[in-house]
């Protein structure tokens, strides 16, 4: 690996701090479809994949790994399926990325990095933004549960509801409002 490259990586976990791989996305459409459909009688894995449009081999992997955590039950065979393995009121989204991911987001890898700079991380300002983001992440994926996701999802759907792509650019500046910022020295000095 060239150094261009090296430094492109790091660049691009910068850019992206909040992705989450295809199996952490395809594991929490499924327990979605689960939670909604499963109340009466088990979901088969054909059916996820289907209404989902996830590749069935993928997602009974996915499913796999949720059913050995206790997330769901399944049962194999002609009236077998896939159910919640508790109340959806008891599984929040942090557990379900934590089971298939491992992490929440790759913002531990960002802070993973090494630092170079001369103050050293300790006094990172740019690491506390990160520090900051990780922690608001974690606190809302932990108290959102799948029944408040499946609530959300049925009102979205009963009020014909849409839900844009991004969060307008306009309602993400300023970061930091300008009075909180100290002001800069005067140059020359």
Not at 23 to 34: C, D, P, S, T, V
Not at 141 to 146: F, G, K
Not at 163 to 176: E, G, R, Y
Request: with cysteine; hydrophobic share 40%; charged share 20%.
């Amino acid at each position: 690996m060239t150094g261009g490259q090296t430094a492109m990586s790091r660049c691009d976990k910068l850019w992206h701090p909040m992705k989450i791989s295809t199996k952490g996305e395809y594991g929490l459409r499924a327990m979605l479809h689960i939670a909604m459909h499963g109340e009466t009688c088990p979901v088969t894995s054909h059916e996820i994949a289907r209404h989902q449009a996830i590749p069935e081999p993928y997602l009974r992997q996915i499913l796999a790994l949720l059913s050995k955590d206790g997330l769901i039950h399944s049962n194999r065979g002609p009236q077998g399926g896939h159910v919640l393995g508790r109340p959806a009121s008891q599984i929040t989204m942090r557990h379900i990325l934590m089971t298939l991911e491992g992490q929440t987001t790759s913002v531990d890898q960002i802070l993973a990095l090494p630092c170079h700079i001369e103050i050293g991380s300790e006094h990172c300002a740019i690491r506390e933004v990160f520090l900051e983001v990780k922690a608001a992440v974690e606190r809302i994926l932990s108290a959102t549960t799948l029944e408040h996701v499946v609530a959300r999802q049925r009102h979205i759907l009963s009020q014909g509801i849409s839900v844009p792509h991004d969060l307008a650019a306009v309602s993400l500046l300023p970061i930091i409002s300008d009075a909180a910022l100290p002001s800069a020295p005067p140059r020359g000095r």
